[in-house]
């Protein structure tokens, strides 16, 4: 892989709209290039008999079964709202329309 260049780090600081000094260019250009070059030595190694994965311990979802119970009725819940409205609970509008 090619070095990355103090313009490199300079283009992409201004892509992001960062502001960055000479010096934090410097510095940055040589840490960015160390970045890299352990990023390809990762794809080095990556073998195409690996299945990419997002976490490196399994997981799995818990879960239960999505089952129907008992619960409140509409009038229920309503029934020590301070407003209520076509059977919804009725709150003070926060936004202006404009």
């Known amino acids: 892989m090619s070095a990355l260049s103090r313009d490199d780090v300079a283009h992409v600081a201004m892509l992001a709209r960062i502001q960055l000094t000479d010096a934090e260019l410097d510095r940055l ?15 080095e190694v ?8 997002s976490h490196p311990l399994p997981l799995t979802n818990v879960t239960r079964p ?10 229920q819940a309503l029934a020590n709202a301070p407003e209520a409205e076509l059977d919804r609970f009725s709150v003070p509008r926060i936004l202006d329309e404009d």
Do not use: F, H, K, Y
Request: net charge negative.
């Open 29 to 43: 250009a040589g840490q960015l290039d160390q970045i890299v070059g352990w990023v390809g030595q990762v794809n």
């Open 46 to 53: 990556a073998a195409d008999d690996v299945p990419p994965m």
């Open 66 to 75: 999505d089952e129907v119970r008992p619960s409140l009725t509409a009038e």
